[in-house]
């Protein structure tokens, strides 16, 4: 099993919908996640970072985390063609030994078509 | 306030060669991580630093790869007789703290003739 896993996609949306992009975990030991953004060529930009069980929003984005199910997700109201890129999801120390190194999943490529 | 840099942005080297790729952290932060990521593959961990200290080189490979963070100075990934298969873009990132957000540079982008 994949210490980080994310729906492989590619997910695709009308501009406007919402895009939802989910994400599981192996380590129960995993206290915190993030979502990173990569446009096609770029590094990963962070979009969220997420600690407690629940929801957190930051303007059209709202990060899930559901720590009893190691289930972690990303909502993206009113989807704009901007937003395409893949977008990966991150645990620190995800199954590693150190405390800090982030295990990325495999990311999910979104495209937004007008 | 500056970022991430990385330095060469693109690098070129034919087989056998040195490749040295460096990055200077965001003003303050004392963490550094290296990451690869392979053409059509996901992001990879290799290395994490902090000053004068490597910390975790779990995802270095064993041979050819090195990675330094000295007291002065940008941190250095260095990988010596480069293959065709190092062809990757190389990511820093740093943190202020180990388990702290980390945030990314441009990369380096190394390709092998």
């Known amino acids: 099993q994949k210490e980080v896993e994310q729906n492989s996609g590619p997910l695709s949306v009308p501009e406007g919908a919402i895009a939802s992009l989910n994400c599981t975990y192996s380590d129960r030991g995993s206290q915190s996640f993030f979502w990173y953004r990569q446009y096609s060529g770029k590094s990963p930009e962070l979009i969220m970072s997420?600690?407690?069980?629940g929801d957190k929003e930051d303007g059209r984005f709202t990060a899930q985390l559901n720590k009893a199910s190691q289930y972690v997700s990303l909502l993206i109201r009113d989807s704009q063609p901007s937003d395409s890129a893949t977008y990966l999801c991150?645990?620190?120390?995800?199954?590693?030994?150190?405390?800090?190194?982030?295990?990325f999943g495999q990311g999910t490529i979104l495209t937004v078509h007008p | 306030n500056a970022g991430v840099m990385q330095n060469p942005r693109h690098l070129v080297r034919r087989r056998g060669q040195e490749a040295r790729l460096r990055c200077s952290p965001v003003k303050g932060h004392s963490h550094v991580y290296w990451y690869r990521q392979l053409p059509e593959e996901g992001l990879k961990f290799m290395v994490y630093l902090q000053k004068e200290n490597i910390i975790d080189e779990s995802g270095m490979p064993k041979e050819r790869f090195s990675a330094e963070f000295p007291k002065e100075g940008p941190s250095i990934l260095r990988i010596q007789q480069v293959v065709r298969g190092d062809s990757a873009a190389y990511f820093c990132a740093s943190s202020p703290g180990g388990g702290d957000t980390q945030y990314f540079g441009p990369g380096t982008r190394l390709t092998v003739l």
């Open positions: 997420i600690y407690s069980n």
């Open positions: 991150a645990a620190p120390n995800a199954g590693g030994t150190s405390y800090g190194k982030l295990t």
